[in-house]
């Protein structure tokens, strides 16, 4: 039997599976909403979110459904615009461990989208779900077509992955003293 090169496994094909709505824009009113909900779109105007809708193309996921795999390589975030999500992580034993959810106007993926490394956890549907998909390749051609969108773009993810970091960072110290 062949060996798999994990760098080859991609969770493209996981949206493939998926029954996709068409671009963005076919949901900009939905996406719109989000803005009230959602620290991501906290500073972005109107006009902000209808360019970034153009280039996103939305799915819908049924319950069960995979939409990001732990250790698939991966070039794309999402943006939950309806139903909710759950991230799933492997501990020791390879079993998967539930870490949290995420609800309408949360963004996952963003990691791998920005650095290329393998998927961190797995995001599985936990009810039907309707999400946005950004590409990195779309994020470039923002970049280049909408040099300021772009750039509150990257400020944005940077500052959200930051303060994951920190969470995260507080949680483990938390962790490491009630072990003392």
Do not use: W
């Not at 949206?15 to 996709?20: F, K, N, T």
């Not at 920005?114 to 956890?121: N, V």
């Amino acid at each position: 039997m062949a060996q798999i090169d994990p760098t080859t496994l991609t969770d493209q094909g996981n949206l493939d599976r998926l029954e996709s709505v068409g671009t963005g824009s076919a949901m900009i009113a939905e996406i719109f909403a989000l803005v009230s909900k959602s620290q991501f779109f906290a500073e972005f105007l109107q006009e902000d979110i209808s360019i970034l809708a153009g280039y996103m193309t939305v799915y819908r996921a049924q319950t069960g459904d995979i939409l990001i795999r732990e250790g698939d390589v991966g070039d794309f975030m999402l943006l939950i615009i309806d139903g909710e999500i759950d991230i799933l992580k492997k501990d020791q034993r390879n079993q998967q461990q539930h870490m949290t959810s995420a609800a309408p106007g949360m963004t996952l993926g963003e990691m791998s989208m920005i650095d290329g490394e393998p998927r961190f956890a797995t995001c599985m549907a936990s009810q039907p779900t309707t999400f946005a998909v950004l590409t990195r390749d779309n994020m470039a051609k923002i970049i280049l077509d909408y040099p300021g969108l772009g750039s509150k773009l990257l400020v944005k993810m940077v500052t959200m992955l930051s303060l994951r970091l920190r969470q995260t960072s507080a949680r483990l110290l938390r962790v490491m003293e009630e072990r003392r």
